[in-house]
């Protein structure tokens, strides 16, 4: 049982870079999320997609892109990477019907990322 | 909006005592209620989740949870803790009609428990 998969899980990068988080789950999820987890923060939404082709914001969007072309694979791209971009990234998906909440949703192990 | 409050940071705990973990939320629309699991160096995993009728829920691991809408609490506890317990905890919301199943997260507690 692979569940969601994140890759890579360590990257350092320079400022300006650019670089994408991968993100694959096989458990035939519709919904898909992508957050950020700063220290004594909790985590923030930065965006999600209820299915491939439909992307949306969420709480901390600014910075970021994503991209749903196939129901397994959700990358997160960032663009010009800044330090306030240093943070751990969870990658998650669940499966609702009916567009309604309340269901589980599944975390990957995370991805450490680090901008000098 | 909503917003989620866990007035701990930190929780420091001895082996097979007892502990509880406070939470309370702000909502203006009716939510479901989680708490989720990070142990060192892993993603989340659900403890418990409240979606409706009895307002005492048990989770994995001998946690439990108890509903509170008068006080729009939703605190987690276990009578007896092991080392294993040892992990961050976070309590997080979900509007019961909105799109996207979207969670919104305490800012965690660690729990240290203590030989």
């Known amino acids: 049982n692979a569940g969601v998969t994140q890759t890579p899980k360590f990257r350092i990068l320079k400022i300006g870079q650019s670089m994408t988080l991968q993100c694959t789950q096989d458990m035939n999820h519709n919904y898909m999320y992508w957050y950020r987890q700063d220290p004594g923060m909790g985590l923030k939404l930065i965006y999600y997609s209820v299915g491939a082709g439909i992307t949306d914001k969420g709480e901390v969007p600014n910075g970021y892109n994503v991209s749903r072309s196939t129901t397994e694979d959700f990358p997160l791209r960032l663009e010009l990477a800044a330090p306030s971009q240093t943070s751990v990234y969870f990658c998650?998906?669940?499966?609702?019907?009916?567009?309604?909440?309340?269901?589980?949703?599944?975390f990957g192990e995370g991805s450490w990322l680090t901008v000098v | 909006a909503q917003s989620v409050t866990q007035l701990d940071s930190q929780v420091p705990v001895f082996e097979e005592a007892p502990v509880e973990l406070r939470c309370n939320y702000s909502s203006s629309v009716s939510v479901y209620l989680f708490w989720y699991v990070q142990y060192p160096n892993q993603g989340l995993q659900l403890l418990l989740k409240y979606l409706s009728g009895s307002t005492l829920v048990k989770g994995i691991n001998g946690f439990e949870a108890e509903f509170n809408k008068s006080q729009t609490s939703f605190h987690l506890r276990k009578p007896s803790v092991h080392i294993s317990d040892t992990a961050e905890y976070f309590c997080?919301?979900?509007?019961?009609?909105?799109?996207?199943?979207?969670?919104?997260f305490g800012g965690g507690t660690r729990v240290l428990v203590k030989p």
């Open positions: 998650a998906s669940s499966y609702s019907t009916g567009g309604r909440s309340g269901n589980t949703i599944y």
């Open positions: 997080a919301v979900s509007e019961l009609k909105a799109a996207g199943n979207k969670l919104t």
